[in-house]
């Protein structure tokens, strides 16, 4: 598909089978605190920057580093970046920002943390629904039918708690915020912590591909993010290689088609 923006991960590109993330649609990215969330919304605004186009990001935590940005390889200063000060700020800057045309992709991050803003007013209307009801019940459909018409990406993340595998949905039907997301979103991610990675070098991460509207899913790929710095797209492609068995890694090394790569995954 040419009307895609990529994750910046091959694999994670081949696993989804669009070679990325199509455009007009609502992706969610959900995982524990610190699994990398922010890093994949980040990489995955870095490509659509080198490809020419404008991004926003709604920081509702209130976390946004422009450092870490600039680590991913994102232009912070041609990021549009707001911090709404309220849950109704928030859903309408990314109302506007969505229906505007003007964003290739919108970040939200995260959808967790509405809940927490301060609810100045009620939204208007009669017998208005309180601002999870809301999020459910008016914004999300909305916002998906704008991004269809807009083209805009919207990247959600949310927040899993530890021990989390995926809710069923008759476990949610006291958080209609997470339901709603889980309906609308059309490629929903889920980052898992990869044991086997090493803090010296870099951070491992499993993803889970939980839903895509798009192929049939491949539920499980691997990340692994160097430290402070962009995805490793060395270590990436290595990885993709040994299992299509175009690299063979022996006692003596790693070969490509009777080329000596080196010793080891990392040399």
Not at 240 to 252: A, D, F, K, S, W
């Amino acid at each position: 598909m040419t009307n895609v923006i990529s994750t910046g991960s091959l694999r994670l590109d081949l696993a989804l089978g669009t070679g990325g993330i199509p455009r007009g649609l609502v992706c969610e990215i959900s995982g524990l605190p610190g699994s990398g969330k922010s890093t994949l919304c980040g990489h995955i605004l870095a490509q659509a920057q080198h490809r020419g186009e404008a991004c926003a990001w709604v920081d509702v935590d209130h976390t946004f580093n422009t450092a870490h940005a600039a680590a991913c390889n994102i232009q912070p200063e041609l990021l549009y970046i707001c911090r709404p000060p309220t849950v109704q700020a928030a859903l309408a800057e990314t109302e506007i920002l969505v229906q505007s045309s003007a964003f290739a992709a919108v970040v939200v991050d995260s959808v967790s943390a509405l809940p927490f803003l301060p609810d100045t007013a009620a939204l208007p209307g009669p017998g208005a629904p309180s601002h999870l009801q809301a999020l459910s019940a008016l914004i999300l459909p909305r916002l998906k039918m704008a991004c269809r018409a807009s083209q805009t990406i919207l990247l959600a993340t949310s927040l899993t708690s530890p021990g989390f595998e995926g809710a069923l949905y008759h476990q949610l039907r006291d958080h209609l915020d997470r339901m709603a997301l889980q309906l609308h979103a059309s490629i929903r991610l889920q980052l898992i912590e990869d044991e086997h990675s090493e803090p010296e070098q870099g951070e491992g991460a499993r993803v889970r591909i939980i839903k895509n509207t798009f192929v049939p899913a491949t539920f499980v790929t691997n990340l692994f993010f160097m430290y402070n710095q962009d995805i490793a797209k060395a270590i990436d492609c290595f990885d993709l290689g040994v299992e299509l068995e175009v690299i063979r890694v022996t006692g003596q090394g790693c070969f490509c088609q009777g080329l000596h790569l080196g010793n080891g995954r990392k040399e």
